[in-house]
């Protein structure tokens, strides 16, 4: 499909040339959504993975953790790419750093 020398080829492409043309404050409500399905993400999967590893870190027996708690669980579960570039002898060396930390009764 060809428009004035605009292909169809891509919603970029498409953006791009109302800019250009100056079509852009012609066609508003156009621009706008062209520039909002730019940003709409292609399928929930990262939603549906999130809330199936909640069901997995928050179980039956983990139900009274407090907010905080489940939320760093869940940041390590999801991001296990991420923390499993974490320098192990370094986060041991840090809580060895920090010292006694038990209270005395």
């Known amino acids: 499909m ?5 292909s169809s080829k891509s919603i970029y492409e498409w953006i ?3 800019k250009t043309t100056g079509n852009s404050t012609v066609y508003t409500c156009v621009f ?6 730019t940003i ?13 590893k909640l069901t ?3 179980n039956k027996l983990r139900s009274t ?13 999801t991001e296990q790419e991420m923390v499993s570039n974490v320098d192990l002898n370094a986060v041991i060396d840090e809580f060895n750093s920090m010292g006694n ?5």
Do not use: H, Y
């Open 16 to 18: 791009d040339w109302l």
């Open 32 to 37: 706008k959504t062209l520039k909002m399905f």
């Open 40 to 52: 709409i993400p292609v399928t929930s999967c990262t939603c549906e993975r999130v809330f199936s």
């Open 65 to 77: 953790m407090s907010q905080e708690r489940l939320e760093s669980l869940l940041l390590l579960f």
């Open 2 to 6: 060809q428009l004035n020398g605009a």
């Open 56 to 58: 997995i870190v928050k």
């Open 101 to 105: 930390r038990r209270m005395s009764l």
